[in-house]
């Protein structure tokens, strides 16, 4: 009897530190995900099953739980072995808009390819990305088929951040637009308030609104701005078909999940048949 219960413990044991150590390897490691949609091919296809890796930047904690009760999610992250590189593929959490307030939707997660780091400043003109002046950046074939397509665009897509009648950006010809580094101080005036104000709201957690083209927090008018986060662009290697900052404008650190390293499993959305091609691909 006693070596039948030192048996089901021995069990139990073995089953729970197998738990425990999945559940470290989820929280400091890699994260996995499935991808839905097309807008990162060909990198990335529909279907793929990816590993992302949490330590190239370092894993990211929510400091309390007060979110589950509708509060803004307060993160930490623990030091990584690098930073994020432009070009990177990243996995990150979609903005929401919840009762006027943009944060983080805690339930969706988005994949798409690093454009430009905090500190940059990104223009598309006609069609191909230009960071602090130089190209090379994002889907180069996709972007000649933006610079040469001459077609009719639907508004809701021709159309870009931050939708205003003063700058009047689609995805043909977009910017210049300063990627703010954590640190870094702005001053704020008639043109930009409405580039800034959604990233300084986050920031703030505060109410912020604009008045004659400038910009208040509460009922205080903002002349400059400190920026305590880092702010990226991101963009699908689909350019016709991706949701990313070119309508969302740029995404906090905060938001990061870590770096997409490479397929781990591929099935057809369709057929439900394994990819074999993609198992184990490198993601770059």
């Known amino acids: 009897m006693k070596k039948v219960i030192k ?19 989820r929280f400091f490691i890699v994260d996995f995900y499935s991808i839905p949609s097309d807008s990162m091919y060909p990198t990335i296809e529909p279907g793929d099953f990816i590993v992302v890796n949490k ?10 739980f007060d979110f589950l009760d509708g509060a803004h999610p307060e993160t930490v ?15 990150f ?13 805690l339930g969706t997660f988005y994949v798409k390819r690093c454009i430009a780091l905090p500190g940059d400043t990104l223009s598309i003109i006609a069609g191909i990305n230009h960071i602090n002046g130089k190209t090379g950046y994002g889907n180069m074939e996709e972007q000649q ?23 009047r950006w689609n995805i043909q010809d977009f910017g210049p637009l300063y990627l703010p580094a954590a640190g870094a101080t702005i001053t704020i005036d008639t043109l930009n308030f409405s580039l800034y104000r959604h990233l300084i709201a986050y920031e703030t957690q505060a109410p912020v609104h604009s008045q004659d083209r400038q910009l208040y927090i509460r009922d205080s008018l903002i002349r400059e701005y400190t920026f305590q986060k880092n702010w990226y662009f991101v963009a699908g290697d689909q350019i016709f078909n991706s949701r990313d900052s070119r309508y969302i404008g740029p995404i906090p650190e905060d938001f990061i999940v870590g770096k997409a390293s490479f397929v781990l499993t591929s ?13 184990f691909k490198k993601i770059k």
């Open 267 to 279: 099935k057809d959305p369709h057929t439900k048949k394994y990819v074999w091609r993609r198992f």
């Open 145 to 167: 088929r933006l610079h040469h397509y001459r077609g009719e665009y639907a508004p809701g897509i021709y159309n870009a951040f931050p939708f205003d009648y003063w700058h």
């Open 55 to 64: 330590m190239y930047m370092g894993a990211r904690f929510y400091k309390n």
């Open 7 to 25: 048996s089901i413990f021995q069990y139990v044991g073995a089953i729970l530190l197998a738990i425990v150590i999945a559940a470290l390897l």
């Open 93 to 105: 959490n979609f903005p929401t808009h919840t009762n006027g307030r943009w944060d983080m939707d």
């Open 77 to 91: 992250r623990v030091p990584g072995f690098s930073s994020l590189k432009r070009n990177d593929v990243i996995v």
